[in-house]
């Protein structure tokens, strides 16, 4: 029998790929986007493949939008079972213009560029917001369910870069190893009451967000995009399909002694040391 599976962030590319996969395995499927059009994009998908999912409309940092959403799913789907945390961002006020500082960075005015000393509170503070309280709000309202009952789990969605900060993003790989090390403490907290805690670490995948940043309008690979595939040592960024596999295995029975955990997928990258 199917399991309840709540996604946020599964308007996006990747989360949408994670609910047409589970949904192919026989899964209910909420899709929580804040985004209408596209979770109804998404469900529109999962029932042409003869799938069982509905969309809802939440804010992952508005629990009262979250406890309707609830309110609607159990209606419709009875008790939520695992609960994918995929909503996540970065913000630009969050990050440097160079990798490195420079002592001639000090008098660059042009204008958008930024250093260390530039970086705005607001733009770390989101990063932070949607990434660490975009896992923690939903998992207060939709695991509530998943308390004292078997084979409930949830998942988080961390980063490579969470082991290994890269350049450029300091709010953004701050606000991932914060996911990591909520998904230890998550896991430890819930291991009394049979729900099980886990994360994926994706490398670097192409999505709506960093489309851009790592490649041109022609499809080839601008300077970040080449340095990202010299460091890969499988040699190309990650597609949706890469998640599918170890989702399905900690969403499933074949995981169930297995929790606090967080694996990354990212092609040998955080492995890798560059010689």
């Known amino acids: ?3 309840t599976i709540v996604l946020t962030g599964a308007g996006g590319v990747l989360c949408g790929k994670l609910a047409e996969a589970l949904a192919q395995e026989g899964h209910k499927i909420a899709v929580l986007d804040m985004r209408r059009e596209a979770a109804d994009a998404v469900v529109a998908r999962i029932k042409a493949n003869g799938g069982n999912a509905i969309p809802e409309v939440a804010n992952v940092l508005e629990k ?10 159990n209606k419709v789907f009875g008790k939520i079972d695992i609960l994918i945390n995929g909503a996540g961002g970065n913000h630009p006020m969050g990050t440097t213009s160079n990798p490195f500082f420079a002592l001639e960075d000090m ?42 009952r078997e084979n409930c789990s949830i998942l988080n969605i961390s980063s490579m870069n969470a082991f290994i900060p890269l350049t450029k993003i300091p709010a953004y790989s701050g606000a991932k190893a914060a996911v990591s090390n909520f998904t230890q403490w998550l896991a430890v907290h819930f291991s009394k009451v049979g729900i099980r805690v886990n994360a ?3 490398g670097f995948f192409l999505t709506d967000q960093n ?8 499809g080839s690979l601008t300077q970040r995009g080449q340095q990202i595939i010299e460091q890969t040592p499988m040699g190309r960024f990650g597609t949706p399909q890469d998640l599918v596999g170890t989702t399905l295995w900690l969403c499933g029975e074949g995981s169930k002694f297995v929790t606090g955990v967080v694996i990354p997928i990212d092609g040998g990258f955080a492995a890798y040391s560059g010689v």
């Open 1 to 3: 029998m199917g399991k």
């Open 211 to 218: 489309r851009t940043l790592l490649t041109n309008t022609e």
């Open 107 to 148: 008098e660059n005015k042009n204008e958008g560029f930024k250093t260390f000393f530039d970086l705005d509170p607001k733009g770390i503070e989101f990063t932070f917001h949607l990434n660490f309280l975009g896992t923690l709000l939903p998992t207060q309202v939709f695991a509530q369910d998943m308390v004292g």
């Open 64 to 73: 009262d939008t979250l406890i309707r959403a609830k309110a609607a799913i």
């Open 200 to 202: 994926l670490a994706p």
